[in-house]
């Protein structure tokens, strides 16, 4: 049976149910939040419909702009960590055999699942002050006296590196294991030390997909909503955290909508340019 | 790379993902209530305070019946869409599969707080259905993507075959299609599965006032009083989703299914 075009109505049935929750479901509430987002705040944690402006006009202070700074900044560093990381790992791992492979892969599948809540629980842990990795460092003798390393901007740093680490291995996988091995080969076969085969044939060979990773990766960072309020002090918030305390805590949701509609065009700004990147890559 | 690198190298990475979970593993198994380490004692008391104490086990109880039945509502939606795109040729359909992966690709706090305006608007804001409803959305993406990639490695001659004997659309479907996509449906059921058991701001925005999951009342026991319970409970979900992922492997191509969900992520 070849795939053909639907000639009656009854052809689209199947579509009808996916389409109508699709619908209902993410494009009705994805239009009320940007339609709450030009909402007028009542006192007591209403709003009533208006056009307004008011919400996007806070985004001018300073307080904001600091926030939108931190918060582009920390996923700028978790992003270019993480690739720097994975990027080697996931390298030997597509040269590994298999079944080691699928020992890595699930258990990477199984951290990259864990709640933010769980992340953030287990690293307190470890970097507090009765339990953590400092007590360790006692028992060896290198510390006088085990102190806790949370709340710090370290401690944020580090927990969205470890959520964002499984990710940035998965990403890179499909084009690393595709990526023809004769290259490094080739190098090898030239005299040209593992590593060096390893800067300068992979990693210029996959110039374009850094650059989509580093992007993709970002974009999952912009998202962390817990872990810089479990780590971190208020100074290391970032906006997916100010969102979610603007929307529960304080009550204002068209001012926590209006920040989640601009995070929304810095995001799809964003996968334009790795959708751009791709494009290049395909043509070189 | 020379293998002693390589080695250190996967070493020093195995423990850094592994030591917090050491940790919260050496925890769980205090004999008192504090979260010392190294343990205090040994005890496998705070596992069965998961099942013993009404609160810990209305969460868990309130989790795995979200999970269950949203990754089937995810299901039910991504099976006919997939099959609809690989049946017909109508491009703008695809459209629903860019609405399908869009939830996931944007940052999480934005569905959540789509969601949470709609339920508030609509007025069923609290009601445990709608985060059914609101997960099953959030991960449609997860069964989707496994299913067009089942749909695409399925040999169209063999459908063409079945149809040349006689057989109708419905019976095809059920005799040739879908025993070929069995496969795919279970591991995008275990990912959406897994995905929202573990999952805290879409949940906490649609009925984090009325029910609460494992993940939310991690949370809240990290705000008023630490219990060994919470990482009694994460050991649980690690090994949950450890136990699925690699049922997933055993009896998939999970390296398959890995490099082209990443690809269409894109």
């Not at chain 1, 590593?195 to 970002?218: D, E, G, H, Q, W």
């Not at chain 1, 290391?236 to 068209?254: E, F, G, K, R």
């Not at chain 2, 706090?109 to 007025?123: D, E, K, Q, Y």
Request: glycine letters at 6%; hydrophobic letters at 55%.
């Amino acid at each position: 049976m070849r795939r053909e075009p639907p000639q009656t109505l009854g052809d689209y049935a199947p579509l009808l149910f996916p389409a109508a929750m699709l619908t209902i479901f993410f494009v009705v509430p994805f239009g009320t939040m940007i339609a709450v987002s030009f909402f007028q705040r009542q006192q007591g944690g209403f709003y009533t419909p208006a056009f307004v402006f008011d919400n996007y006009a806070r985004f001018l202070s300073v307080f904001f702009g600091g926030v939108l700074g931190f918060s582009l900044m920390l996923a700028i560093i978790v992003a270019i960590c993480c690739v720097v990381l994975a990027l080697p790992f996931t390298y030997m791992l597509t040269r590994m055999a298999r079944k080691v492979q699928v020992v890595w892969l699930v258990a990477l599948l199984s951290i990259l699942s864990l709640s933010e809540v769980i992340i953030g629980f287990a690293w307190s842990t470890l970097f507090s002050r009765t339990a953590g990795i400092t007590n360790i460092l006692v028992a060896l003798g290198i510390m006088a006296e085990a102190k806790a390393l949370t709340p710090s901007f370290g401690a944020v740093l580090t927990g969205m590196v470890y959520q964002a680490f499984p990710y940035t291995v998965l990403v890179l996988f499909p084009a690393l294991v595709r990526l023809d091995p004769t290259l490094t080969e080739a190098a090898r076969t030239l005299g040209a030390s593992p590593l060096k085969a390893f800067f300068t044939v992979v990693v210029p060979a996959l110039r374009n997909t850094i650059t989509a990773t580093l992007i993709m990766v970002f974009i999952f960072a912009l998202g962390s909503y817990l872990l810089p309020q479990l780590l971190g002090r208020p100074q290391h918030w970032t906006l997916s955290v100010l969102i979610t305390d603007q929307a529960i805590y304080q009550s204002n949701m068209p001012f926590a909508a209006a920040m989640a509609v601009f995070l929304v065009l810095v995001t799809l700004g964003l996968v334009a340019l790795t959708v751009i990147a791709g494009r290049k890559g395909e043509a070189a | 790379m020379t293998s002693i690198f390589r080695k250190a190298y996967f070493f020093l990475i195995g423990l850094f993902l592994s030591l917090p979970l050491i940790v919260v593993a050496g925890v769980s198994v205090n004999q008192k209530q504090t979260l010392a380490f190294p343990p205090q004692g040994f005890s496998l008391s705070w596992y069965g305070e998961i099942f013993l104490n009404p609160e810990w086990r209305n969460a868990l109880f309130a989790s795995v019946t979200l999970a269950m039945l949203s990754a089937a509502l995810a299901v039910a939606i991504a099976l006919p869409l997939s099959w609809f795109l690989w049946r017909r040729i109508a491009p703008w359909a695809n459209i629903f599969q860019l609405l399908g992966v869009a939830p996931f690709t944007l940052p999480p706090v934005i569905t959540a707080l789509g969601m949470l305006t709609f339920w508030a608007t609509v007025g069923f804001y609290g009601q445990p259905w709608t985060a059914v409803v609101s997960h099953a959305i959030f991960f449609v993406t997860l069964p989707l993507v496994t299913l067009s990639l089942g749909f695409t490695s399925i040999d169209r001659s063999l459908v063409e075959a079945a149809s040349t004997m006689g057989a109708d659309e419905r019976t095809i479907f059920r005799t040739v299609v879908l025993p070929l996509i069995l496969p795919y449906i279970v591991s995008g059921y275990a990912f959406a599965f897994v995905l929202s058991l573990n999952e805290y701001i879409v949940a906490y925005m649609t009925v984090g006032f009325t029910v609460e999951t494992l993940p939310i009342k991690i949370f809240n026991a990290l705000r008023y009083g630490y219990t060994p319970t919470m990482a009694s409970v994460t050991v649980l979900f690690v090994t949950t989703a450890a136990v699925i992922f690699g049922l997933v492997a055993r009896f998939g191509d999970l390296p398959k299914l890995l490099g082209a969900m990443s690809s269409d992520g894109k």
